[in-house]
């Protein structure tokens, strides 16, 4: 763990600021890695493309000083329930937030493997989809950074929104794929793009169920059961 | 947390074997949900099939019982160094393991959604990849509860091949799909159910580099980048 100060003993307020700062540094760059795979999709924005999975390094290495730093905290400090609630809460946002960075640069890899030109395949559904699972996963980070479990309450509320997109999505891309064999390779990639932007949602959906666990000391009062159970999007395509 | 002892007070060393006892209860359930979603698909085993999902449950309820176990011997028992990075790794272990348990669940449902009779698509393929990625995710769990770092080594070593048969895979699955449209439904479930596969092999690696770094102390000595960088199996189909 890197000491950015000559002080060796920190205080530990002062360590706890530190996990939460690192925690915000990860969900903002992991937002911009989202934001840049809907442009690198959906404006064909090759910049875009390339800069998502540039930044999963940092991310890499952000999960791991977060572990570090958790583990020193554990070590010296011996937090209690709230604060060590919100530690092992950290531990476990910085596997989905790692996780989401993943499927945004494979989706910022995968929208230079494919050309539209000439082809009837629309994006504006995949569009739509992105920017509801960007402005999720921004209401769960602003959860998880103020620490916030009624905003937390409503990114659990619109995953389903999330899922109904995907539904229609696949729908619309195998019928592509029937009509004309040259839809194959494109709307492959896309099929795939679109089962990411979900996992991203169900990823920004976990965050928000951990932060409303550690604010709260309690489960969200219908919790979710993971991974998606009888619902519309599952009787087409389940997860 | 349930106690199942009419002792309130239990030696710390009993905490920490029943910590050990619910991830390799954990990690059992999860390895017979892959047995089942590998038999569901190539067999076409249709009570393997509602198997996998029923478990899910189980492995959801396990893993808050490892957190709140966890975070009870972290409140009450201080551990130090070895044990800290243990309960810590069991922490984020539970996640993968979640996963890997929601993708065999996903695979088992979408291998009852399609028919492959009066088709020419072979599923030998993804048998192989299916019982390799067994396989390595069985080396992980075996590197898991006897804390075993150089088990862990393999899994990480084999997680390439699990990468090749996928993108062997996913170039016959499109083949097909081309030649006939009448393939498009059944070799759309099976590019997922590859891709599906191929995330429970990469799971199973992050466990494996998880116990790594518990019992050494440190990382692996090439740590495979996560998400995948520049393989043979990027340039076909980015992860």
């Known amino acids: 763990m890197p000491m950015d100060s000559v002080h060796t003993v920190k205080s530990y307020e002062q360590e706890l600021d530190r996990?939460?700062?690192?925690?915000?540094?990860?969900?903002?760059?992991?937002?911009?890695?989202?934001?840049?795979?809907?442009?690198?999709?959906?404006?064909?924005?090759e910049a875009a493309a390339q800069a998502a999975p540039a930044q999963d390094p940092q991310v890499d290495a952000l999960?791991?000083?977060?572990?570090?730093?958790?583990?020193?905290?554990l070590a010296l400090r011996s937090p209690m329930a709230g604060?060590?609630?919100?530690i092992v809460a950290a531990l476990k946002i910085t596997g989905d937030l790692e996780r989401i960075g993943d499927y945004a640069a494979s989706i910022a890899r995968r929208s230079t493997r494919f050309d539209l030109a000439d082809s009837q395949v629309s994006l504006s559904g995949l569009r739509s989809m992105g920017r509801l699972v960007q402005e999720n996963?921004?209401?769960?980070?602003?959860?998880?950074?103020?620490?916030?479990?009624?905003r937390a309450t409503e990114v659990w509320q619109s995953d389903r929104a999330v899922d109904e997109y995907y539904t229609s999505m696949f729908r619309a891309l195998v019928t592509y794929m029937m009509e004309d064999p040259r839809n194959i390779g494109p709307c492959t990639h896309l099929l795939f793009i679109a089962k990411n932007f979900e996992r991203i949602g169900d990823h920004?959906?976990?965050?928000?169920?951990?932060?409303y666990y550690a604010v709260m000391g309690e489960n969200l009062p219908?919790?979710?059961?993971?991974?998606?159970?009888?619902?519309?999007a599952e009787s087409l395509d389940p997860r």
């Open 63 to 73: 999960e791991r000083d977060v572990e570090a730093l958790s583990i020193r905290l």
């Open 19 to 45: 996990l939460r700062a690192m925690m915000a540094r990860m969900g903002g760059i992991v937002e911009s890695q989202v934001a840049q795979a809907v442009a690198a999709v959906t404006e064909r924005d």
């Open 222 to 232: 219908a919790m979710r059961p993971r991974g998606g159970s009888a619902s519309s």
């Open 204 to 211: 920004a959906t976990n965050i928000a169920e951990r932060v």
């Open 83 to 86: 604060d060590l609630r919100e």
């Open 137 to 150: 996963l921004r209401r769960a980070i602003d959860a998880l950074t103020q620490q916030d479990a009624e």
